[in-house]
Each structure stands twice: as structure tokens, then as C-alpha cells.
């Protein structure tokens, strides 16, 4: 169940560009530790989206945990896309191709 209006719309974009549905707030556990909870995730491919809103930029707490949930992301060999709402906004098909490619490389 998606919790906020951004991941919405990213997930309609995604469909109707017929791209793989995604896992959402995927739970990366490491033994019984919770190390992350991934916004769009496709595990099998080990591909994370990360999706910022306003309150990463206001919230530097916020922002401060995603650096470490990445760095920590990045160290189990996922592969982390962090949009923002404004690339989202302005930059939509360059989003949607590196998602594309990650999952037809990956």
C-alpha cells in the first residue's frame, strides 16, 4: 500500500510505460536487524527508488538517515535511485529510462 500521492503517480508512470511492477517499502533485513525500508523496490534485480518529497528537504534528520540507508543499501550491492518530486516534474522520461535500464541490465 502506497503512502504518499508521489508514489502514486510514480507507479501509474511506471505502468503505463509497461514496466515491472515494484515491491513497495521493500524491508532489507540483515540478520534480525531492519536495515532499511526501500520506497520502490525490485529485489530480485536488487534495484531500489527512493523517492524524496518535500520533507527531505526540510528535515535534515530526514535527509541525514537516507545518506546512511544508501551508503548501507550500496554495501549489500543494491543499486539505489534517489527522484526527487521536481525531477519527477521536470525531467519524467530521463526518470523512467534509468529505471528501464536498470531493469533490463540488472
Known amino acids: 500500500l502506497t503512502d504518499s500521492e508521489f508514489e502514486m503517480l510514480v ?7 509497461g514496466l515491472p511492477a515494484p515491491e513497495l517499502h521493500h524491508r532489507v533485513h540483515v540478520g534480525d536487524v531492519l536495515l532499511a525500508e526501500i520506497d520502490l523496490a ?3 534485480k536488487f534495484l531500489a527508488v527512493e523517492l524524496h518529497g518535500q ?3 526540510v ?7 537516507d545518506q546512511v540507508k544508501l551508503v548501507e ?4 550491492g543494491w543499486t539505489v ?11 519524467r522520461e530521463w526518470m523512467l529510462r ?3 535500464e536498470h531493469l533490463r541490465v540488472s
Open 55 to 57: 520533507h527531505h528537504r
Open 59 to 65: 528535515d535534515p534528520t530526514v535527509w541525514e538517515a
Open 98 to 100: 534509468r529505471i528501464g
Open 11 to 17: 507507479l501509474s508512470m511506471l505502468a503505463e510505460r
Open 81 to 91: 535511485l534517489p527522484f526527487s518530486w521536481r525531477t519527477y516534474m521536470d525531467q
Open 73 to 76: 543499501l550500496q554495501a549489500l
Open 42 to 44: 525490485w529485489p530480485d
